[in-house]
């Protein structure tokens, strides 16, 4: 399997190419942008997108999915039942699902938004805005905050490793967030 | 980054295989025969992908020009060695140490370095973009003339580190300890030093 990062400079946003190693059919987890580098991506690596994954429904994570939607007959997944103006299929928390021969978990996790969804695939987090290198999402209220914090150091801190890919910023780790994140430290006191 | 890594053979061991042996680097048989071919391997081409190199040391090596995509370093150790105008994306230097090497003009995108200890480097004129320094130990280093877009030093220590004419924007210092860090010159307002959440 291989995962490719593409940066939307409209919404500084990053979305996920997901697929085979030698191409076929294959996901994209938060379509941030639908430009012509990221078509280029998609169809150098003899990529068909099947599945498009939201991690949650804000625009700087969808706005290119319409777009790619008229290129490509994906199915779309999120924690919203209606996602880039249709219907999507539902995930729940715990939930196990096999898309192009590659399995995913998906974790909810409350707090930024009512609907964010952790896909975890093998050893890859991919986080949207729940938890970025060096921080987590952004939060309404102190009780939001507090119930983000705890779903991140419940369902993705209890894994012993990891590599983490945000929805903004650059990659990181499961253990560096776990070691190095402030705002998981003061919780953690 | 290609995902499927094997494991190392070693019973109840789980750390990645180092490449060209099928154990790690701790239980490696052979060490030094292994260090050769890593050396030969190195030396002998400038594109290098998805090679796990785990935990070893590479001293006094010229790695000048070479393409490094979706390697992993975690743990390794870098003495000495020149690294300009390389190219480095996607890769992971967790917990890495870096003593003297040089990367000016470098090219590093999406690639982890966290936890690492760099001393006496030089990145001076590189493009360092969306790339993660978060819990480095910094001393005497030079980002100067650099491009640091969307990087991130958090909970970073930093000593006499410059970041003179650099590019700064979306750059997390949050959290860091600052011993003599120079930003003559960059954008630093476009930087984030106070604790703020994510725009969306």
């Known amino acids: ?189 | 980054m290609d995902t499927s890594k094997a494991v190392c053979a070693f019973p109840g061991c789980e750390k990645p295989a180092l490449s060209f042996t099928s154990y790690c680097a701790e239980h490696l048989p052979d060490p030094h025969r292994h260090m050769e071919r890593v050396m030969d391997y190195l030396s002998g081409r400038e594109d290098h992908s998805d090679i796990c190199l785990a935990g070893i040391t590479i001293s006094g090596m010229n790695l000048e020009k070479h393409r490094f995509r979706d390697c992993i370093f975690d743990e390794a150790v870098f003495l000495d060695c020149s690294l300009e105008k390389s190219m480095i994306q996607g890769c992971f230097f967790s917990n890495a140490r870096f003593e003297n090497c040089r990367f000016s003009g470098c090219e590093i995108r999406y690639s982890i370095f966290c936890g690492s200890d760099f001393r006496d480097c030089d990145f001076q004129g590189s493009d360092i973009l969306h790339s993660n320094f978060n819990g480095i130990h910094g001393l005497r280093l030079n980002f100067s003339d650099s491009d640091l877009y969307y990087s991130s030093f958090v909970s970073s220590r930093l000593e006499e580190v410059r970041f003179i004419d650099c590019n700064l924007k979306k750059v997390n210092y949050l959290n860091t300890t600052r011993d003599t860090v120079n930003f003559k010159y960059s954008n630093y307002e476009e930087a984030v030093f106070a604790a703020i959440q994510n725009e969306e």
Do not use: W
């Not at chain 1, 942008?33 to 599945?51: C, F």
């Not at chain 1, 707090?111 to 050893?123: K, L, T």
């Not at chain 1, 779903?151 to 929805?167: D, E």
């Open chain 1, 1 to 189: 399997m291989k995962i490719f990062t593409h940066f939307s400079f409209v919404s500084f946003s990053n979305s996920y190419l997901v697929g085979p190693a030698e191409g076929g059919d294959a996901i994209i987890i938060d379509p941030g942008i639908m430009d012509v580098p990221l078509l280029q991506l998609i169809e150098k690596n003899s990529y068909t997108i099947r599945y498009i994954l939201i991690t949650h429904n804000h625009e700087s994570h969808i706005r290119g999915g319409r777009t790619l939607l008229k290129i490509y007959p994906a199915e779309v997944f999120g924690g919203s039942a209606n996602l880039l103006d249709r219907d999507s299929s539902l995930l729940k928390d715990g939930d196990s699902i096999e898309l192009g021969g590659i399995k995913i978990e998906s974790l909810q996790v409350f707090g930024h938004s009512s609907d964010s969804m952790v896909y975890r695939i093998g050893s890859c987090f991919f986080t949207g805005d729940v938890l970025s290198a060096g921080g987590i999402g952004s939060t309404p209220n102190r009780y939001a905050r507090a119930l983000l914090i705890q779903g991140i150091q419940q369902k993705l801190l209890s894994f012993p490793k990891g590599t983490v890919y945000p929805g903004h910023g650059p990659p990181s780790t499961i253990e560096a967030e776990r070691r190095f994140n402030p705002f998981l430290q003061k919780e953690n006191e």
